[in-house]
């Protein structure tokens, strides 16, 4: 069956110290990566994307790669703050009849940034 | 620019209702989505907008069902309301148009909580 595996529990990191998030996938073969931070009772905003011939992007403190062979996505946060403490979300764009189907999310990973 | 507005911000309706949701895009954006996310759990994709048409449709019932206005704006509605479509719905909107729009960023509004009791 597919599915897409987040570190399911909180990731507690100390900080200034470099936070990195797992996204795993079996059975997908993904166009496009999309990463997303959800804070408690609102909607996903959108960081990075990353295309299939991508190996890795940044953006200011954060970095992605994307590895199809191994099906998993890194998602890094250097020099992490408390304000980055949050809900990441990983999502998938799959082809469909020449477009792309709506994302398929995670679950997410709670990432909490102790001071 | 206000962004993706919702309406209304929560609602509590009961079982075997039916429930409407309402979705403002993005200015400038034409292409709208909808997802529903239960507690805990990443958000799933509905269906999708474009032209007042549904053009993507997720792995959900026909007691989902949509509607685009000329303006853009959307309207999620859902019959016979059970127990399990208590959840957070989310409408998304894209700069990209119709079946490539996924492909790009999305912006999420705010969403809509129900609870079915």
């Known amino acids: 069956s597919q599915k897409i595996e987040q570190n399911s529990e909180a990731l507690n990191i100390q900080e200034g110290k470099t936070a990195t998030l797992t996204c795993n996938y079996t059975?997908?073969?993904?166009?496009?990566l999309q990463w997303y931070r959800q804070d408690p009772g609102r909607g996903p905003v959108f960081l990075l994307l990353i295309r299939e011939n991508e190996k890795e992007k940044r953006k200011e403190r954060l970095k992605v790669t994307f590895d199809t062979t191994l099906k998993q996505s890194l998602f890094h946060i250097t020099a992490s703050q408390p304000a980055d403490s949050a809900t990441y979300l990983c999502?998938?764009?799959?082809?469909?009849?020449?477009?792309?189907?709506?994302?398929?999310f995670g679950k997410g990973t709670h990432l909490i940034i102790q001071p | 620019d206000a962004g993706v507005t919702q309406s209304p911000t929560h609602l509590i309706k009961t079982r075997g209702q039916q429930v409407t949701l309402r979705c403002s895009p993005k200015?400038?954006?034409?292409?709208v989505s909808w997802y529903q996310q239960a507690l805990g759990q990443g958000p799933q994709f509905i269906f999708q907008?474009?032209?007042?048409?549904?053009?993507q449709r997720g792995n959900f019932p026909d007691r989902f069902s949509g509607h685009q206005f000329p303006n853009y704006s959307s309207e999620l509605n859902v019959n016979a309301l059970l127990l399990g479509d208590s959840a957070l719905y989310l409408c998304?909107?894209?700069?990209?148009?119709?079946?490539?729009?996924?492909?790009?960023?999305?912006?999420f509004g705010p969403g809509t909580r129900l609870t079915v009791l």
């Open positions: 059975n997908y073969s993904p166009a496009y």
């Open positions: 999502a998938l764009v799959l082809y469909s009849g020449g477009g792309a189907d709506g994302l398929t």
């Open positions: 998304a909107s894209s700069l990209v148009p119709g079946l490539y729009a996924s492909y790009n960023e999305q912006f």
């Open positions: 200015s400038g954006h034409d292409t």
């Open positions: 907008y474009y032209e007042e048409e549904e053009r």
